[in-house]
């Protein structure tokens, strides 16, 4: 995560960093763009602490068992 810090700062360049991350240069504007205007949060995956529909199935399979 500091980085991407170096890359907006300029001490590093874009080029630079998508060969490190093994990234297009297009990825790491975009990587960039989001750091800058959400975070550390922009690198966290939006669907963490959900529960998977695998899950949600099972749950609703085991509590209706009794409804046939």
Same mark, same amino acid.
């Given at each position: 995560?500091? %980085?991407?810090?170096?890359v907006i700062n300029g !001490? ?8 490190? %991350?093994?990234?297009t240069i297009r990825n ?7 750091? !800058? ?15 998977s529909n695998k899950k949600? %199935?099972?749950? !609703? ?8």
């Amino acid at each position: 995560m500091e %980085i991407i810090k170096d890359v907006i700062n300029g !001490k590093l360049s874009k080029k630079d960093y998508a060969i490190k %991350i093994c990234q297009t240069i297009r990825n790491v504007n975009l990587l960039s763009n989001k750091y !800058k205007k959400y975070g550390y949060t922009a690198f966290i995956h939006k669907n963490t602490g959900r529960i998977s529909n695998k899950k949600k %199935i099972a749950n !609703k399979r085991a509590n209706n068992w009794f409804v046939h």
